[in-house]
């Protein structure tokens, strides 16, 4: 069965701080993993994958996340942070190969604020 | 190219109604996904289409339930509405020949059980 643990329900940093949210996950297969964002009545917008190609992820608006097998983590991080990066962040993981369907076990979220 | 449309956005029903939300996919992605979110149980997922058939199921009861069409477009009901099922339902489509696993969500729709 796979897991996922997002540590810290809310993270408060300053703009222009580095952005710290931690995921660890558990799975029995090589996994695939996803960093989603979520603002405020909308759907959820795909921040960047891992799959198994390089373990340095880069995404969109700056973020990156770096896959470790040996602490089954995939933290996502940006150097500065912006207050426009304010929003909920959910980390995700499923099966690869012939296990990958379209089924995502979800970390419960981390809301993100942004202070001025 | 369009993205995920669920309609409608937002509903309120009542206790023991049903209730029909539709899902248009990204033209091409044949794999239809849907989840409910809510603040105490965060994002579950329900059921899984694919070519117009159940493919993966959730732990939910039957009175949630699914289907794609041949255009791959999807509903999916739910029956005796309860006052736990007020909660954001987002659709999220794959395209199978990905091997990435990528899914794509809509805006959601947004149930409210009185």
């Known amino acids: 069965a796979q897991s996922v643990t997002q540590l810290g329900s809310h993270v408060s940093v300053s703009e222009g701080a580095l952005v710290l949210l931690r995921c660890n996950y558990s799975?029995?297969?090589?996994?695939?993993l996803f960093w989603y964002v979520q603002y405020p009545n909308q759907g959820l917008q795909l921040l960047l994958k891992y799959t198994s190609a390089a373990t340095l992820v880069k995404g969109i608006n700056g973020f990156e996340a770096e896959f470790k097998k040996s602490e089954t983590s995939f933290h996502l991080t940006k150097p500065s942070a912006h207050m426009s990066d304010a929003a909920e962040y959910f980390c995700?993981?499923?099966?690869?190969?012939?296990?990958?369907?379209?089924?995502?076990?979800f970390g419960q979220g981390t809301t993100l604020q942004v202070k001025p | 190219k369009a993205g995920v449309t669920q309609t409608p956005r937002y509903l309120i029903k009542t206790r023991g109604q049903q209730v029909t939300l539709s899902c248009s996919p990204i033209s091409g992605h044949r794999s239809v996904s849907w989840y409910q979110q809510t603040p105490g149980q965060g994002l579950q997922f329900l059921f899984e289409y694919f070519s117009e058939t159940q493919r993966n199921k959730g732990n939910f009861p039957g009175r949630f339930s699914g289907r794609q069409f041949s255009n791959s477009r999807s509903e999916m009901n739910v029956s005796t509405l309860e006052l736990g099922d007020s909660a954001l339902y987002l659709c999220?489509?794959?395209?199978?020949?990905?091997?990435?696993?990528?899914?794509?969500f809509g805006a959601g729709t947004r149930l409210s059980v009185l």
């Open positions: 799975s029995s297969v090589p996994p695939y």
């Open positions: 995700a993981v499923s099966q690869t190969g012939s296990g990958n369907t379209g089924k995502l076990i």
């Open positions: 999220a489509c794959k395209n199978p020949g990905q091997g990435s696993g990528i899914q794509y």
